[in-house]
């Protein structure tokens, strides 16, 4: 066998690398900063870029103005960091930038707890744009996820011109662990398509079966228009209702109405079960330990991990949630998606653990959970 | 060469604004440059200045307020044979103020127009970074309070190698234009003019007056001498080129046989500046060479050289899945307060359970084994204990070998590092407890 120890946060700036990322800026911030520090030694070398930017505002938009330019992009950051991109995640949703945003969780509110771990921005990372636009959310369990998750998130970016956010979390971000990414299979990298050679191009311009519009970059031989304002087909503002109507609806179609094709998951269905688990992100760990225990001791229950949160993989849940009479939704803060859960399944009985106090949920709790019926 | 103006869509400024002006001033600095409208980004602001991308046949990117050097920065750095060009009013000189003594710092080849009208035109004619004092605008009293900042004085001291100012209406704005483009490096014209719908409302503004106030400033030698230096993309893609590739993470290579005890939990209980994570690390190493599945989670304070350090690791022959430690097999006690961050996992420790302590470390009471090898006698100081500990634990002989160890080592040390780190763990050999 051939190892590698790697945090979390490595294997993201080594799966960046394999998605073809040739820019990444960012700002300093604990738990996020060694994505930055081995894409600094990654990037430069191999004629690609590494930028301090002198905020994190500034660290997404230099990533906005690179990725109009051409390149694969990325930023990293955490909470705080997070909150000062709002404004530049909403430009991206709006007007189509492709990106990917790593959100290194730390435990909130606000400043926090820099050196400790939650799932608290799960809620935030999808609605903190201006326009409430739907996202990409993809939430890594080890490190194996997050190199394999970051080059699928450049590829859902590229494909639907969309900021891709990767939801980790300081317990995975820096914790070791080893990873044969050799024997990782790298699924094969997209690039945004660039329009059919003969008409004019046209900036947004959406031909049938499209959900996003053909890319051109900025620099290239035919000048290209960006905008954060409400557009028209042709990159100009406009107060045309019907075009606006339809453009907005197209941007919350593309995400919603493909998310079955990248609902990653895994799934540990028993058939005797009467309780489903279902979680994401570090406590996913915790609870395969306990789906193990719970199957070694004769009371075996399900488990559901999901990697894509958002938008909310409703028929991969509705299925696996099958007969299950109970569903025991599990994350590192006080309830966020939890909420969907609830939503989506009306008829089942939705019990909730959560924790946010900078500890991981140990398998023991949640096997506590599982006998407290 | 032609004119790049886009006849489609002609300004849109108030009857009087100098915004149109400039306009033209720039369109004439394009054509007098010979550029086409595929060599020229125009990346705009917010407000009325926010509206001139719209204006030319350029690539254009319009975005946020105050941001638009941030899109123009990632732009150059990608695309070094575009002009870029970025129109500003005096509202997203403030807001974006940090983007803008970034810019002048870093010295990217980009220029930067700010359209400077003494007020926020497009809202109300709200008070800016550059209003005077004692004039009426749409703040009340607000404006008073404040003092207007001397744009080309401020980006100088930033580091500026190119900061001029003029005037909307000089003779020769066309070639104060040119002249900014052409310098490399980041280039700031201050473009005073008057903003008839708001500002010239209330306060007397004539193109004389912006004449005669400039007059008074005192004139300034551009390029500015002592900020002359590399241009920013040019000096970046110099220094990357020195860099050394790195072609793939390290790997190691499975070559020893573990001891046979399953699954163990060790956690290193220490301070700062003791290497404790560096411990972890080579710990597990060790176990990547014997082909276990590994974990490492640390805690610290944000304090570097101050404060407990404890790295949790495991080491098993399976997949492992939550990280944390309630009950470990060993525990290395290197730092009271590494112990006391963690009084509470005494309680759980059983028998079997292994203490490896240092010299003066208070334990709460556990039935776990005790042993305390003499570090002090081999003098064996307090950032190399870690270390040490981990040599003794591998003569030991339960959870990693000498010879894991050692190969640890060498995957993680060079040269004179690796010999002064061979040379302690074998100093432990024989290190009674």
């Known amino acids: 066998m051939v190892f590698c120890l790697m945090e979390g946060n490595e294997a993201i700036a080594w799966g960046a690398v394999a998605s073809e990322c040739r820019f990444f800026s960012g700002y300093p911030i604990t738990p996020a900063t060694t994505i930055f520090n081995t894409l600094l030694k990654l990037l430069p070398p191999l004629g690609g870029m590494c930028i301090q930017g002198e905020d994190e505002i500034a660290s997404i938009g ?144 959406i031909s049938s079966g499209q959900l996003t519009p053909y890319f051109l970059p900025i620099g290239g031989n035919v000048p290209v228009r960006q905008t954060s304002s409400t557009h028209g087909p042709d990159g100009y503002i406009t107060t045309d209702s019907d075009k606006i109507a339809e453009i907005q609806e197209r941007l919350k179609a593309k995400l919603v109405s493909s998310v079955n094709g990248f609902s990653f998951h895994e799934s540990y269905p028993e058939e005797r079960a009467d309780t489903l688990l279902l979680t994401y992100g570090v406590t996913a760990r915790a609870a395969r330990d306990a789906y193990k225990a719970q199957k070694k001791y004769g009371k075996p229950v399900s488990l559901l991990i999901l990697k894509t949160l958002w938008p909310v993989p409703q028929d991969l849940i509705r299925e696996k949630a099958g007969n299950a009479r109970r569903v025991i939704v599990m994350e590192m803060n006080l309830g966020q998606y939890v909420r969907e859960i609830e939503r989506i399944l009306p008829d089942k009985k939705i019990d909730f653990l959560g924790q946010m106090d900078g500890r991981l949920i140990t398998p023991h709790r949640i096997q506590e959970v599982i006998a407290h019926v | 060469m032609s004119s790049l103006l886009n006849t489609g869509r002609p300004p849109v400024f ?183 719908g708001r500002y010239s409302q209330r306060n007397k503004m004539t193109p004389q007056i912006i004449e005669d106030s400039l007059a008074k400033l005192p004139s300034r030698t551009n390029p500015i001498p002592e900020n002359i230096r590399k241009e920013y993309g040019r000096h970046y893609r110099e220094l990357a080129a020195e860099q050394t590739p790195v072609s793939s993470p390290a790997k190691i290579e499975t070559k020893f046989h573990a001891p046979d005890f399953g699954r163990k939990e060790v956690v290193i209980l220490g301070s700062a500046g003791q290497r404790i994570i560096t411990a972890g690390e080579i710990l597990c190493l060790a176990g990547l060479t014997a082909g276990l599945n590994v974990t490492q989670k640390n805690e610290y304070d944000i304090t570097v050289l101050r404060g407990a350090c404890i790295s949790d690791v495991i080491l098993s022959p399976e997949e492992i899945g939550y990280t944390g430690i309630t009950s470990p097999d060993i525990v290395l006690a290197l730092s009271q307060e590494g112990v006391d961050r963690r009084k509470h996992l005494f309680d759980h420790l059983d028998k079997n359970a292994l203490i490896i302590r240092a010299e003066k470390i208070h334990l709460p009471p556990c039935n776990a084994e005790v042993q305390q090898p003499d570090f002090k006698a081999h003098k064996i100081k307090s950032s190399d204990r870690a270390l040490a500990a981990l040599s003794f634990l591998s003569k030991l002989k339960m959870v990693i070998y000498p010879d894991m160890l050692e190969s640890a080592l060498a995957h993680r040390f060079k040269d004179n590092i690796l010999a002064s780190a061979l040379d302690l763990v074998r100093r432990v050999e024989g290190l009674g407890a």
Not at chain 1, 104 to 114: E, F, I, M, W
Not at chain 1, 156 to 172: D, G, M, Q, T, W
Not at chain 2, 103 to 112: E, K, M, Q, S, Y
Not at chain 2, 155 to 182: H, P, T, W
Request: hydrophobic content about 40%; aromatic content about 8%; charged content about 15%.
């Open chain 1, 62 to 205: 230099y990533c906005l103005g690179a990725s109009m330019a051409g390149l694969k992009v990325m930023t990293a950051t955490s909470g705080p960091g997070i909150s000062l991109c709002s404004e530049h995640i909403s430009f991206a949703i709006g007007s189509e930038i492709p990106i990917v945003i790593v959100d290194v969780q730390r435990l909130g509110p606000s400043t926090g707890s820099a050196t400790r771990g939650a799932d608290g921005d799960i809620q935030f990372l999808r609605w903190g744009n201006s326009g409430g636009l739907p996202v990409i959310v993809l939430a890594p369990v080890n490190v194996k996820d997050c190199y394999f998750l970051t080059i699928q998130a450049f590829n859902l970016a590229e494909k639907f011109r969309c900021p891709v956010f990767i939801a980790s979390n300081k317990e995975i971000a820096m914790t070791r662990e080893n990873i044969d990414i050799h024997a990782i299979a790298k699924p094969e990298i997209i690039e945004r398509s660039a329009p059919p050679p003969g008409k004019p191009f046209v900036p947004f311009e």
């Open chain 2, 14 to 196: 108030c009857p009087g604004c100098s915004h149109e002006r400039i306009t033209h001033g720039l369109d004439k600095a394009f054509q007098n440059m010979g550029l086409s409208g595929e060599q020229i980004v125009i990346v705009t602001d917010i407000g009325c200045s926010g509206l001139f991308d719209t204006f030319f046949h350029t690539h254009a990117f319009h975005g946020l307020h105050g941001r638009a050097l941030t899109y123009a920065t990632g732009l150059k750095m990608a695309r070094p044979e575009l002009t870029v060009i970025v129109t500003m009013g005096d509202g997203g000189l403030g807001i974006g103020g940090a983007h803008i003594l970034s810019a002048c710092r870093r010295n990217l080849d980009i220029t930067l127009l700010i359209l400077n009208n003494f007020n926020f035109g497009m809202t109300g004619g709200q008070f800016s970074a550059t209003t005077p004092s004692q004039v009426q605008v749409g703040s009340g009293f607000l404006n008073r309070l404040e003092r207007p900042m001397d744009v080309c004085r401020v980006m100088s001291s930033a580091g500026a190698a190119y900061a001029v100012r003029c005037s909307s209406y000089a003779k020769d704005l066309a070639q104060e234009i040119e002249n900014a483009v052409r310098f490399e490096g980041f280039s700031i014209i201050d473009i005073w003019g008057i903003c008839p």
